[in-house]
Antibody, heavy 121, light 106 residues
């Protein structure tokens, strides 16, 4: 069974930093691109970032480019998202998701349970 | 970047009724559109990919159709567990979601 388990969320002050992790199991991690998708309280889904299976190609939404960094450790089957220069509008539940199929990475399946990031003074 | 617009924002129906949700793309996306279901307090779940293919374990009452710029998710007969928010999604250069349609109990 594929499982994705996020951790690392919490309360941080504006301008602060946080690192999110997503531990994956149940599939060959290196075969698949992985993404982060966030959801602000009471709002819809917003794709944030994606990284290729070998970690060589990162992609970012304009709203986080230059502030967030996606990475992965394929020896640990773990995905990361480094969040810097955080703003109030970054407050959201952050989900990690597996991109499928491996050839085109068009969809997200499955999703983790999410980790809440709150940016507030 | 392609913009996905979902309608209606809210759909008020009773169990057993048919639900028809719309997703319109700002330019053609071929058949490369997916639908997700998100129940309250839960992570989203992939329902339909490539317009009309049901994901693993998705009941047959869920169906998708369309092409180009206009797409539809149909729930043939609403079950109590189907009341949720539904999102469409597409990947062009990057990944985008529609703003969601909430299916609520009338």
């Amino acid at each position: 069974e594929v499982q994705l388990l996020e951790s690392g969320g919490g309360l941080v002050q504006p301008g602060g930093s946080l690192r999110l992790s997503c531990a994956a199991s149940g599939f060959t991690f290196t075969t698949y691109a992985m993404s982060w998708v966030r959801q602000a309280p009471g709002k819809g889904l917003e794709w944030v970032s994606c990284i290729s299976g070998d970690g060589s190609d990162p992609y970012y939404a304009d709203s986080v480019k230059g502030r967030f960094t996606i990475s992965r450790d394929n020896s640990k089957d773990t995905l990361y998202l480094q969040l810097n220069s955080l703003r109030a509008e970054d407050t959201a539940v952050y989900y990690c998701a597996k991109n499928v199929p491996p050839e085109t990475s068009k969809w997200f399946d499955p999703w983790g349970q999410g980790t809440l990031v709150t940016v507030s003074s | 970047e392609i913009v996905l617009t979902q309608s209606p924002a809210t759909l008020s129906l009773s169990p057993g009724e048919r639900a028809t949700l719309s997703c319109r793309a700002s330019q053609s996306v071929g058949r490369y559109l997916a639908w997700y279901q998100q129940k309250s307090g839960q992570a989203p779940r992939l329902l339909i990919y490539e317009t009309s293919n049901r994901a693993t374990g998705i009941p047959a009452r869920f169906s998708g159709s369309g092409s180009g710029t206009d797409f539809t998710l149909t729930i043939s007969s609403l079950e109590p567990e189907d009341f949720a928010v539904y999102y469409c999604q597409h990947r062009s250069n990057l990944w985008t979601f529609g703003q969601g349609t909430k299916v609520e109990v009338k």
